[in-house]
């Protein structure tokens, strides 16, 4: 059975991945901000990357699968991710899953973007994730994944606390029109990283929704869903012109019954 360490746990997609794969592998996670619910699961461990080096909790958990889902100063987490390569390199049946992002394709706004694309991203949270994505492509195929996501949604989400929020006080929301993306859910994320581990699957995945959308489009359902037929939209417009910021599989491509539609993710909040 595999041993999953999840570092950042606690965490809106890290919590979600722990819940998906503690029934079924033997699954630890770690925790930073304080919380009894934490502390009082011998599953969890306080790791504050700031000040403590990763390798001492990896050497003392000894995990065949690490998935790093954590959230913080990117100074630390550079030098956190660089402390557990090495650690993959001194420990040859050891893994890493790097939850990583659409926006190290930030800089290219006219089309889609694939697996193995060239990553090229305006953004400092863009540039910080390709610096930890090269590090991990210069390993052996077999020592890594690294899972893009678009924009996630889910019942609990951060996004979608401060959409509904912004609802029920009648604020302006602001959208994009002319901004197209894809979306995902966190419990499919959570099915699809299970099957990645189950099947040992190598290499970069795009976990988004296999079709596209406007992003205002996108809000304008799901507050509809959500129950709010005469939102408050605050359009904003960066250019002229169409501008993508998605990404799509095509080389990695999981099966049909893995692979969600826009449509899956927008009734996935029904209930919210």
Not at 3 to 25: Q, R, T, W
Not at 34 to 60: C, P, R, W
Not at 179 to 207: C, P
């Amino acid at each position: 059975m595999e041993k999953i360490l999840v570092i950042g746990a606690s965490g809106f997609i890290g919590n979600a991945l722990y819940k998906e794969l503690c029934s079924y592998f033997n699954t630890h996670g770690t925790y930073n901000t304080s919380s009894g619910a934490f502390e009082n699961n011998q599953h969890f461990h306080h790791f504050d990357m700031e000040t403590e080096n990763v390798e001492i909790l990896l050497e003392s958990l000894k995990p065949t699968v690490i998935i790093s889902a954590v959230r913080g100063n990117f100074n630390a987490q550079i030098h956190t991710h660089f402390n557990i390569i090495n650690y993959l390199l001194k420990n040859e049946e050891v893994k890493l899953i790097f939850i990583s992002s659409a926006n190290v394709f930030d800089a290219f706004t006219n089309f889609p973007s694939y697996e193995y694309d060239k990553t090229l991203s305006q953004s400092i949270y863009g540039r910080f994730k390709i610096k930890i994505e090269n590090a991990l492509l210069r390993l052996p195929n077999h020592k890594y994944n690294i899972l893009r996501l678009p924009m996630v949604f889910g019942q609990e989400s951060p996004r979608l606390k401060d959409l509904k929020n912004r609802l029920y006080l009648r604020e302006a929301i602001e959208v994009f029109p002319n901004v197209v993306i894809n979306v995902a859910e966190i419990d499919h994320i959570a099915r699809q990283v299970h099957y990645i581990i189950n099947r040992k699957k190598e290499g970069v995945f795009h976990l988004g929704s296999y079709d596209l959308i406007h992003q205002k489009d996108f809000i304008e359902e799901v507050c509809e869903t959500l129950g709010y037929d005469s939102p408050l939209f605050k359009n904003v417009y960066d250019s002229n012109n169409d501008r993508f910021l998605a990404i799509l599989p095509k080389d990695n491509l999981l099966p049909e019954n893995l692979q969600a539609s826009v449509q899956q993710v927008v009734k996935a909040l029904e209930k919210a």
